[in-house]
């Protein structure tokens, strides 16, 4: 009796001291393709987190695996399924595209894997349509330029602009923010234009851009933002170029040049933030990778941590999904180096946008922070429900009020 209680005990103590098992991570990113710039930032954000804790998140040893999907939602799909249905992951953690983000939201509805957006801002994820397995860290695509707009009108005195952007779902949404609050404080959008996200040459549509406007609000990223912005001075064109954030990302300014030199943007970032979280952040980035980081590192910086401090809450547990996603989207992140992080009641940050100027301080280009909106709601200034009640930005929504 006394042997098969000692023996029990053993047990016990056996299960008592047994390590939890590796969390496993899907980590879906575009590494090739026209988003791949950008792509590397966002592992690199991930791992120096995972590299200053140890490689454990909420007090599990992680374990990464990770997967390209180009930026196309078709092969994304391919890639989410086998992380899913072959390798076991615990959660699914990236993306890039907001075309890839969305097409992936009916997958993890039908197979309840929880997921962590970073970067992806389609609107309608934390809007219309909320998906209950996918929690948003970032940003709505209209987030911050609708604090643009307000910039441009109140600030700038713009009065006219056109507009020109990729011609898919961040670019209609990104504009359509700032179209839907220029118009609102009075202003008036003359032409926009929009161009397959292949885009090489962008001759014809520039050629296409009205020459007595105030501004041109454009919205790019990655490879795509470099060469817009290059030929756009190449051609000649003296509009002043204002922007949606990421077309001066850090991870493509210093191969645009200086044809940045002056353009205006929006963003809930920018690697000269004079905080100390985010100069602590940038001197451990740089440390480890030799340049600054980008919006898109500390995006996936920020989601591990958030992901971290949620874990804790709940011991490390991922079986059960409800309380994870619940812990997710209630876990605030006070001293992120983009400043204060808090979510809405739709699962949204509320967080800083910053206006940048892209400056040459000392022969390295960046992005200047000249104003600060404090604690900027997806909604910008408008009531939630009215917001919701139209129809989700889009090519022709809102309308352009003074197109010819």
Known sequence: MIARAAALCGVLLLIAVSPSPPLKIGVDLPLTGNFAAPARY?????????????????????????????GQPAVALTQVRKLVEEDHVDLLFGVLSAAVGAALVPYVNEHKIPTIYPIVSSNDLTQRAPSPYIVRTGWTSSQPTHVLADYAFHTLGYRRVATIAYDFSFGWESIGGFVDTFQQDGGKVVKQIWNPIQTSDYSPYLSALPRDVDAVVCSYSGAAAIAFIRQYRAFGLKMPLICQGNTTDESTLAETGPAALGIVTALQYSAVLETPANQGFVKAYEAAYGHEPSYYAEGTYVAAGLLDRALGSVNGNTSQTDALMKALKH?????????????????????????????????QLENAVIKTYKSV????????????????????????????
């Not at 939630?384 to 022709?396: D, G």
Request: glycine content about 8%; some cysteine; overall charge negative.
């Open 377 to 404: 709601s997806q909604f910008w200034i408008y009531n939630p429900q009215e917001f919701l009640s139209h129809p989700v930005y889009s090519r022709t929504y809102p309308v352009c009020n003074a197109c010819q």
């Open 331 to 363: 876990t605030p992140f006070p001293s992120a180096p983009r400043g204060p992080v808090v979510f809405d009641s739709y699962g949204n940050p509320v967080q800083n946008i910053y206006i940048r100027r892209v400056e040459d301080r000392g022969g």
């Open 42 to 70: 966002m592992r690199d954000g991930l791992e120096l987190y995972l590299k200053q804790h140890d490689n454990m998140l909420g007090g599990r040893t992680v374990e990464l695996d990770v997967v390209d999907d180009t």
